[in-house]
């Protein structure tokens, strides 16, 4: 199963950064923030992968995408289960049913983007009212999204194949439909069909992409990245919980990930990505340290106190920095070391004749 990497790889991420928290606070408030390294930003990560545009194996992309995911749903999980104080079973339900309300428009087809919008706020609202943190509606939101076609390949070129020829054959102009029904409706026909090709999650992700990045990133990192900091920056970051975040991201992300990924690999549940060597995936590793909005915003639940919070804070920011430029220099030493090899092929051996 191809998502065993990735979900095994993120596991042993949030364990070891979570470890390596725990090591230097644990006990008090600031033992509570041991979930706050073990978040991977999957747009800031992802960001730092695409500076080096095709030169990197698309396996590599995929399999850090799937790994920021999976490390995302457990930190959300985690927010709901040791975050939360108090839980209103009555929301929880009417939340349930706009979720399955959602599932049956899903099911029946329905492409109206108000619909999902109001069922999506009504799922929002109650889960939000029923003491559990908002985001793991989010997350429920994500998991009804289809990532399949509804239409089979075979039935897609089939009624390609007719619609087409039916349009070819007929007298087919800029207004000629207008008068000829049978073209509007092999139109139609087609237009319905490419519809049932797109898998709703990939539309939905598709046309929420551009507010995201553009709007509530830059939002939410304007509100909740700001660091008071009292005494020294290297006060600050010398303090248990400011070091605790930085060795969890930096050195429990990659070594957590490379470890799970070759436990994984050598047990024969998997297998790495087609183009990508134990190089790569170190890399993508070290991009994995990268928590940022994630990680500042469990910070914000896990911490009461204005200070601790400010130091798990600049913790994530210096973290982030060195696990962006960390990953970016075992990746592109790979990237040297692939394009060397492909520009001076091995030299055959002496005394065997050449090609």
Known sequence: DKAVLPVAAALGGMVDAALFYFYLNTSGE???????????????????????????????????????????????????????????????????????????????????????????????????????????????????????AVRDPDQFFAVVREKWETLRASDLTRDSMIHDRSQLDAISNLRRAAQDMEPAGLIFEERLHPFVVFFILPLFAFFNAGVKIEGSITQTLAQPVSLGVILGLVFGKQLGITLFSWIAVKSGKAALPEGVDWGDLYGAACLGGIGFTMSLFIAQLAFETPLLGSE??????????????????????????????????????AGRPQD
Do not use: N
């Open 312 to 349: 798990a804070k600049l913790g994530i920011l210096v973290a982030s920095a060195i696990a962006a430029l960390w990953g970016m220099a075992v990746l592109f030493t790979q990237l040297a070391r692939r394009s060397a090899r492909a520009d001076h092929p091995e030299v055959p051996a």
């Open 30 to 148: 600031v033992a509570r923030g041991w979930c706050v390294p073990m978040a991977t930003d999957i747009a800031f990560a992802l960001g730092i992968l695409s500076l080096f545009g095709k030169r990197v194996p698309i396996g590599l992309k995929v399999f850090l995408t799937a790994l920021a995911f999976a490390d995302d749903l457990g930190a959300v999980v985690i927010i709901a289960l040791f975050y939360t104080s108090q839980v209103d079973v009555s929301d929880l339900i009417l939340a349930g049913v706009f979720l399955l309300l959602i599932l049956g428009a899903l099911r029946l087809r329905i492409r109206s983007p108000l619909l999902y919008l109001l069922l999506a706020i009504g799922v929002w609202i109650d889960v939000l009212f029923s003491g559990v943190h908002a985001t793991v509606a989010g997350v429920l939101l994500a998991m009804l999204m289809p990532v399949k």
